[in-house]
């Protein structure tokens, strides 16, 4: 069986706040022997991150944990308790179009990906998830 571990780093409306998540996310899994999945779950943070700053106007939080079954949940919560815009498809190689790309890229990138209404810090928000094998 797995270890299971679970952490959580609250964060204000900021987007420096990615950064200080994918490097927390980064120093989290390195310690936890899943170097592998590092870069990829370094962005699906990352995107989910920046969407609950740059969309909502509340405090945020970055949620990762290791379930029993060896998957890596990486979720954001925000306080907007509406479900996330639907995800776009990704661009075509060439077009320059950043925005709007970060569902498309968890969609894209995750084993599996969804949304669920959460409670936190006494506001109503959502979690927005992604999942990743760890083999």
């Not at 299971?4 to 310690?31: E, K, S």
């Not at 170097?35 to 106007?57: I, Q």
């Amino acid at each position: 069986m797995p270890e299971t571990w679970d952490y959580t780093v609250y964060i204000p409306n900021d987007l420096r706040a990615v950064t200080v998540c994918r490097r927390t996310l980064r120093l989290i899994l390195t310690l936890h022997g899943l170097t592998g999945l590092v870069d990829t779950a370094e962005l699906l943070a990352a995107e989910l991150v920046s969407n609950a700053v740059r969309h909502t106007k509340g405090p945020a939080a970055l949620r990762v944990r290791r379930t029993v079954e060896g998957v890596v949940w990486i979720g954001a919560w925000d306080t907007d308790p509406g479900p996330p815009e639907p995800p776009q498809p990704l661009q075509q190689e060439g077009e320059l179009e950043e925005a709007g790309r970060g569902l498309g890229l968890v969609v894209a990138c995750a084993d599996c990906w969804g949304w669920q209404p959460s409670a936190r810090f006494g506001n109503r928000g959502k979690y927005v998830w992604c999942e990743l094998e760890a083999a």
